[in-house]
T-cell receptor
Framework: GAVVSQHPSRVICKSGTSVKIECRSL??????MFWYRQFPKKSLMLMAT?????????EQGVEKDKFLINHASLTLSTLTVTSAHPEDSSFYIC?????????????FGAGTRLSVL | GQNIDQPTEMTATEGAIVQINCTYQ??????LFWYQQHAGEAPTFLSY????GLEEKGRFSSFLSRSKGYSYLLLKELQMKDSASYLC????????????FGRGTQLTVWP
């Protein structure tokens, strides 16, 4: 099946620093990837749609200058949490749309647990 | 916006059948997904319903009624490994793939 790799799986950082999370589609090309955020016992919340070669589309209420998204190739999207604060601590999950596989199916990474001290 | 509701927790015993319901209120509805998520792992795809009716796939089946804004996931012959969170998600609008999730139903299967 389709594999999406997300790195790192866990990161701890100091307040004010920036953290980059990578999302790779390993065996298929993904022109569209998505970034989600999940709080404990809460649903996954869509943050933004990452489009290869163009600007990301952010959901309402998500600060684009806070969460920088770059989708430079057909297999890689990155999310950078800039000037992280403790309230940014969360579980971040990416997904890739399998347009070359089963259409409309999203394949998810294993997530990154961010802890900001 | 969208309002997606599913029970927070459910329990069942091995070998039993369990039905997890999901109701939604959303404009521009396109389709409904069910995902399974074990703790600390990636959600994995279970089913996708666009039209009304029942989709069967092995031990898992999913039903959709667009007019009622209702779906359920049916799990048969439950196994311990089925203990997980089951996420209901809808897509809406013209952009493929934007998923809006319910908070998930934590299913515990007892021996």
């Amino acid at each position: 099946g389709a594999v999406v790799s997300q790195h790192p799986s866990r990161v701890i950082c100091k307040s004010g620093t920036s953290v980059k999370i990578e999302c790779r589609s390993l065996d298929f090309q993904a022109t569209t990837m998505f970034w989600y955020r999940q709080f404990p016992k809460k649903s996954l919340m869509l943050m933004a749609t990452s489009n290869e070669g163009s600007k990301a589309t952010y959901e309402q209420g998500v600060e684009k200058d806070k969460f920088l998204i770059n989708h430079a190739s057909l297999t890689l999207s990155t999310l950078t949490v800039t000037s992280a604060h403790p309230e940014d601590s969360s579980f971040y999950i990416c997904s890739a749309l399998g347009q070359t596989l089963a259409k409309n199916i999203q394949y998810f990474g294993a997530g990154t647990r961010l802890s900001v001290l | 916006g969208q309002n997606i509701d599913q029970p927070t927790e459910m329990t069942a015993t091995e070998g039993a059948i369990v039905q997890i319901n999901c109701t939604y209120q959303t404009s521009g509805f396109n389709g409904l997904f069910w995902y399974q998520q074990h703790a600390g792992e990636a959600p994995t795809f279970l089913s996708y319903n666009v039209l009304d009716g029942l989709e069967e796939k092995g031990r898992f089946s999913s039903f959709l009624s667009r007019s009622k804004g209702y779906s359920y996931l049916l799990l048969k012959e439950l196994q311990m490994k089925d203990s997980a969170s089951y996420l209901c998600a809808v897509t809406r609008g013209s952009t493929l793939g934007r998923l809006y999730f319910g908070r998930g139903t934590q299913l515990t299967v007892w021996p």
